[in-house]
T-cell receptor, first 114, second 112 residues
Framework: KQEVTQIPAALSVPEGENLVLNCSFT??????LQWFRQDPGKGLTSLLL?????REQTSGRLNASLDKSSGRSTLYIAASQPGDSATYLC?????????????FGTGTRLLVSP | EAQVTQNPRYLITVTGKKLTVTCSQN?????MSWYRQDPGLGLRQIYY???????DKGDVPEGYKVSRKEKRNFPLILESPSPNQTSLYFC???????????FGPGTRLTVL
């Protein structure tokens, strides 16, 4: 059964810092992996989807990397801003479950202070 | 605007009173899914649907029902709600099962 761990659970940084959020998963047989952000009291917003054949995916100040064989993905946020404050969730999609299910970690809560 | 909508957004009810949470998407997506989010447990899948009239159980289906009679709608039914179903519920959809999932705004349910 796929298990997803995100470290750190919480992170507080000053504005402008570059930061890395980590995601590890136990079953490397994944189809792809999706990163989301969740704002308090709101739904999930998709940030990036990285296919199992890809090493990196970029969108603006965000860069996600994937090392499938070691069961790790990282989300790099460049030049952080207060508006980046949110909980970040990673979710791999298993090959063995027929691609139909995302398995979520419990997230990293990020606070960027001005 | 492409979106997933859920109603109601907030609901307080009592044990045993049947309720339905609606979910609708306007993106012509084939795949839809329901999740619940609980502190310390993250998001867990309740049910999913690969297409019209095709539904299957996720990880925590007990106490829930779903139906998919139209492509755009995927209601979640609690026939006899219990306090352990107090949670934050999310509906999601994607073009196909392996594609980017888009989430609704969530429904916060409290069962007394």
């Amino acid at each position: 059964k796929q298990e997803v761990t995100q470290i750190p659970a919480a992170l507080s940084v000053p504005e402008g810092e570059n930061l890395v959020l980590n995601c590890s998963f136990t079953d490397s047989a994944i189809y792809n992996l999706q990163w989301f952000r969740q704002d308090p009291g709101k739904g999930l917003t998709s940030l990036l989807l990285i296919q199992s054949s890809q090493r990196e995916q970029t969108s603006g100040r965000l860069n996600a990397s994937l090392d499938k064989s070691s069961g790790r993905s990282t989300l790099y946020i460049a030049a952080s801003q207060p508006g980046d404050s949110a909980t970040y969730l990673c979710a791999p999609r298993d090959v063995n479950t027929g691609f139909q299910k995302l398995v979520f970690g419990t997230g990293t809560r990020l606070l960027v202070s001005p | 605007e492409a979106q997933v909508t859920q109603n109601p957004r907030y609901l307080i009810t009592v044990t045993g009173k049947k309720l339905t949470v609606t979910c609708s998407q306007n993106m012509n997506h084939e795949y839809m899914s329901w999740y619940r989010q609980d502190p310390g447990l993250g998001l867990r899948q309740i049910y999913y649907s690969m297409n019209v009239e095709v539904t299957d159980k996720g990880d925590v289906p007990e106490g829930y029902k779903v139906s998919r009679k139209e492509k755009r709608n995927f209601p979640l039914i609690l026939e006899s709600p219990s306090p352990n179903q107090t949670s934050l519920y999310f509906c999601a959809s994607s073009r196909l099962a392996g594609d980017t999932q888009y989430f609704g705004p969530g429904t916060r349910l409290t069962v007394l």
